[in-house]
C-alpha cells in the first residue's frame, strides 16, 4: 500500500517541478527579450535659458507657467539666481523650436528685461 502512495507523491513532485521550471523560463525570457521601443517624445530637445523678470518674484510654478505661456513650449523651472534672475529649461521638439521660444521670450518684453540661453557646458552622454 505504501509503494503506490510513493509512486503517486513522485509524480506529483515531477508535475510540480515540471510547472515550476515553466513559469521560471517564462519569467526569465521574458526579461530578457528586448523593450518595445517607447514612442518619440514630444520634447526631444531641452534648452536651459537665464530669464530677467520685469517684476522680481519668488514664486517658481508662476515663473515656469508664464515662461511656458510666452514660450509657446513647456518650460520647467531649475533655480533661483535672485529675486529678479532665474533658470528655466525649455522642453521642445528640437533645436529649431527651442530657437523660436527663445525670440518668443525675448519678444516678452513687459516680462522679461532680459533672456539668454545658459552658457554653461553640458556633459556629454555616451
Known sequence: MALPLL??????????????????????????????????????????V???????????????AEASRQAGVPARYAASVSTVWHALSLRCADAAACGAALARLRQASGVYQAVEPEGRKQRAVM
Request: proline share 7%; hydrophobic share 60%; glycine share 2%.
Open 7 to 48: 509512486r503517486h507523491a513522485g509524480a506529483l513532485r515531477a508535475r510540480l517541478a515540471t510547472a515550476f521550471a515553466l513559469v521560471a523560463a517564462a519569467t526569465l525570457s521574458a526579461c530578457a527579450a528586448p523593450s518595445a521601443p517607447s514612442a518619440p517624445s514630444a520634447a526631444a530637445f531641452e534648452m536651459r
Open 50 to 64: 537665464l530669464v530677467k523678470l520685469v517684476r522680481p518674484s519668488e514664486d517658481a510654478t508662476a515663473i515656469a
